[in-house]
């Protein structure tokens, strides 16, 4: 697979880009490249779109989707849809779920090898302290790095302010064979930039629909979307916070600024809420997580993440060269 790409950047306020790459080995191989050529003997696979089986009923896909008339304000941030179990049983369940999100990482990435098209996108927005750290650590830490693409978007540099805001999101999106992460994304865009109002309305409210119908033309190329907000209540921040203040090992994680941005919390949900509202979609739906208690929030995305890679069901591609003939050669040296 191709080499992880850790960059950090944001969009709109907090955004950044990554260099698009394609890899060279399977997981775990001796090295990576980042050559898009397939020679003329490869058999190339069709491009299907992204998620095109049906999910499994009552999944966290079901459970999380955001669909007409959903309201942020009536979702329970300590609510646990889809899982009747406890957190220790949450626990125990991880790691062979993990095993099965590596195994089909690990076919996508194959397929990608000869000739296939199809990557997976992982979206994680949430308030400050909502969990997108341990996402990455529990969740993403599951996957075999050489097969991930992540990228952390912070504030703009002076060079992607000279672009459109959709630009270097274009640049970060996953080759295929690839599962890109996006901590932060797109969405800062119509968050934390209208919420400050550091672009006029009729700038940002145009936002939307310009993210509508990019998310539709990424889906086309064959890259499934799976856009998560971490929603957390605002006691549960408060406490988060507290702690960081409290423990001298997390003092480090604490930025004042995470305060004034506290107090703007109305009108952050407000934003949230109409990017929800407005950006899910058939091609790219939101899919809620209340992330009150951690552990239902890093099971969530496992799942959310594994059912999607089910639905795409990639599968070990037929070899290119006689097999058969392949085993007499070797076992005549």
């Not at 996957?143 to 952390?152: E, I, K, M």
């Amino acid at each position: 697979m191709a080499k992880s790409t850790k960059t950090s950047k944001k969009s709109g306020t907090k955004n950044s880009d990554k260099s698009r790459g394609k890899g060279g080995t399977k997981p775990g191989g001796k090295s990576s490249n980042r050559s898009g050529s397939n020679s003329s003997s490869t058999k190339v696979l069709p491009t299907p779109k992204a998620a095109a089986k049906p999910l499994v009923p009552d999944s966290f896909t079901e459970a999380l989707r955001v669909g007409d008339g959903f309201n942020l304000f009536d979702t329970d941030p300590r609510s646990t849809p889809g899982w009747d179990g406890d957190k220790q049983s949450a626990k125990d369940a991880m790691p062979a779920l993990g095993e099965e999100m590596s195994e089909l990482q690990e076919r996508l990435y194959a397929e990608s090898k000869m000739g296939g098209k199809r990557s997976l996108l992982l979206v994680v927005q949430g308030m400050d302290t909502s969990g997108k750290g341990g996402i990455m650590r529990h969740v993403v830490g599951q996957l075999d790095p050489q097969g991930v693409s992540y990228t952390a978007f912070k504030a703009p540099t002076a060079e992607e302010k000279k672009h459109p805001f959709l630009w270097r999101i274009r640049n970060a999106l996953p080759q295929p064979g690839q599962i890109g992460v996006f901590d932060r994304s797109q969405y800062e865009d119509v968050l934390v930039v209208r919420v400050h109002e550091l672009v006029p309305r009729a700038t940002w409210s145009r936002r939307y629909t310009q993210i509508n119908a990019f998310e539709r033309s990424v889906v086309d190329s064959g890259t499934t979307i799976v856009k998560v907000m971490l929603h957390i209540s605002a006691d549960e921040q408060k406490a988060r916070l507290t702690e960081r203040l409290d423990r001298p090992d997390k003092n480090w994680k604490f930025n004042p600024g995470d305060v004034d941005e506290r107090m703007l919390w109305p009108a952050y949900q407000e934003a949230y809420q109409a990017a929800l509202e407005k950006c899910s979609t058939p091609e790219a739906p939101w899919f809620v997580v209340p992330a009150d208690r951690k552990w239902y929030a890093r099971l969530a995305v496992q799942n959310l993440v594994l059912e999607h890679l089910r639905a795409m069901d990639p599968q070990w591609p037929a070899a290119d060269y006689d097999v058969q003939t392949e085993k007499a050669r070797l076992s005549a040296t």
